[in-house]
């Protein structure tokens, strides 16, 4: 599985970008999906994770109510809406699949549950 992560870019505090990962491949459908970031100087951190069908979605406490994680199976494509940007939230994002089709909040959550990687799309809030 090869994934695009794109849609990053500089945006003022408080306003909205929308992050897509395209993946290669017919089994997309059957990975669960993550959403990771990196900001400078500091540890890859978990965001968000959707199951295979979409039923389970997953945040971390800091986005609850501000970012959605969404996919399109049809469209091998999985998607990061991103509300009310606060300049904490600068960083690098990353796509993840994984092979197992869900998991509990603490294994979704987890950087070795993951595969599979995108090579990061840069998010800059500005204040």
């Known amino acids: 599985v090869q994934l695009q992560a794109s849609g990053g870019g500089l945006v003022q505090a408080g306003g909205s970008l929308r992050l897509s990962c395209a993946a290669s491949?017919?089994?997309?459908?059957?990975?669960?999906m993550g959403w990771f970031r990196q900001a400078p100087g500091k540890e890859r951190e978990f965001v968000a994770a959707i199951s295979w069908s979409g039923g389970y979605t997953y945040y971390v406490d800091s986005v609850k109510g501000r970012f959605t994680i969404s996919r399109d199976n049809g469209k091998n494509t999985v998607y990061l809406e991103m509300n009310s940007l606060k300049a904490e939230d600068t960083a690098v994002y990353y796509c993840?699949?994984?092979?197992?089709?869900?998991?509990?909040?603490?294994?979704?959550?987890?950087?070795?549950?993951?595969?599979?990687w995108g090579q990061g799309t840069l998010v800059t809030v500005s204040s």
């Open positions: 491949g017919r089994a997309f459908r059957s990975y669960a």
């Open positions: 993840a699949a994984s092979y197992r089709p869900h998991g509990t909040e603490a294994t979704m959550a987890t950087i070795r549950e993951y595969d599979y």
